[in-house]
Structure formats: structure tokens, C-alpha cells
């Protein structure tokens, strides 16, 4: 199950809910008869969605079953996921964060990094967040810097430019 989005509190009175997207496609993802998946009290539970609007840029869902601002308010904090297999395929070139995160980053030549544990966006440029035993790196998740991209392999090859790695230090 992939995380597509968390539920951070209740909108209005009548329970519906403002939705931290965790996912490219807010409009399709969230749109009237999806089912979107949580685990609550060590149960997985089915959420269908009766309707999707967006406020400020966030998915205010109504929700099947969910009709006061108290049922609302329980789902606080949850988290939204879907099968994998539900996911759109991809253009070629272009990775879910899921399938980065776990990757191996080594240089062509070999040298382990460590692994992808994260991928930050902002300031326009989207990083590989990787931990090893010296600390944390950053790297630009860039055609001339990430050389090779191998997901069933779970190994990406980078070709950093001089003083990258020194920034990390």
C-alpha cells in the first residue's frame, strides 16, 4: 500500500475532512468513488469518497459514513493509502518517491553513499535525501548527476559533480 495523503483535522460541521496530498495527482486520486485505505486500532479500513473539492490548494473530502465533525475529528492524523497496482504508470524517465526511497546511491566507480531515505522537494529542485555512517548527503535528483536510475535493482548510480560531496560533509 503506497501513502497518498494524511488526514489533518476536520473542515466545517458536517464531517469533512482536509487532506495533506501525499501524491502528484490530487484530482484523480481523491475524486467522488475512490476507496482509499487507513489502519485504525490495528484494523485496515475502506474510506470511499462522496465528493472532492479543493480549499487553499488541499483536498476537503466528504467521506461515506462520515457525517458529523466528531467521526471527522477521530480520523485526524490518519493516513491514506492505496494498492500499488491502483498507481498510474509513469513516463519513462520519471519514478514515484516510494520506488527511490531504499536505493542504493554509489559512484560509477563503486563507492557506496548510502541509501535514499527521503526525497525533498522545494526551491525548485527535488533531492535524494541518503544516510551512511558519515551522516547525511543531498543530492539533486538531475539527469547529469543521478547517471542511473535502477529500481528493480534498487540502486541508483550518480556522477556528482567536484565539491558535491564535500557540501555534505
Given amino acids: 500500500m503506497v501513502l497518498v495523503g494524511r488526514i489533518a483535522r476536520p473542515q466545517g460541521h458536517r464531517g469533512q475532512v482536509v487532506v495533506n496530498p501525499a501524491t502528484d495527482f490530487p484530482d484523480e486520486r481523491f475524486a467522488a468513488g475512490a476507496v482509499l485505505h487507513t489502519l485504525r486500532e490495528g484494523r485496515v ?23 458529523t ?9 490518519l493516513e491514506l493509502r492505496v494498492p500499488e497496482t491502483e498507481l498510474a504508470v509513469l513516463p519513462e524517465g ?9 536505493c542504493v546511491l554509489v559512484t560509477r566507480d563503486g563507492r ?3 541509501t535514499v531515505r527521503a526525497v525533498e522537494g522545494g526551491g525548485g529542485t527535488t533531492r535524494l535525501v ?4 558519515r551522516g ?6 538531475v539527469h547529469d548527476i543521478c547517471v542511473r536510475i535502477d529500481i528493480e535493482e534498487k540502486r541508483i548510480v550518480v556522477e ?8 555534505n560533509a
Fill in 45 to 67: 479500513e475502506r474510506l470511499t469518497v462522496v465528493a472532492m473539492r479543493l480549499h487553499q490548494g488541499r483536498p476537503v473530502l466528504t467521506l461515506e459514513d462520515v457525517g
Fill in 69 to 77: 465533525m466528531n467521526e471527522a475529528q477521530a480520523l485526524a492524523g
Fill in 94 to 102: 520519471t519514478y514515484y518517491e516510494h520506488d527511490l526511497v531504499g
Fill in 112 to 114: 557506496e553513499l548510502g
Fill in 130 to 133: 541518503a544516510g551512511s555512517g
Fill in 136 to 141: 547525511e548527503i543531498q543530492v539533486p535528483l
Fill in 160 to 167: 556528482p559533480p567536484e565539491g558535491l560531496l564535500d557540501l
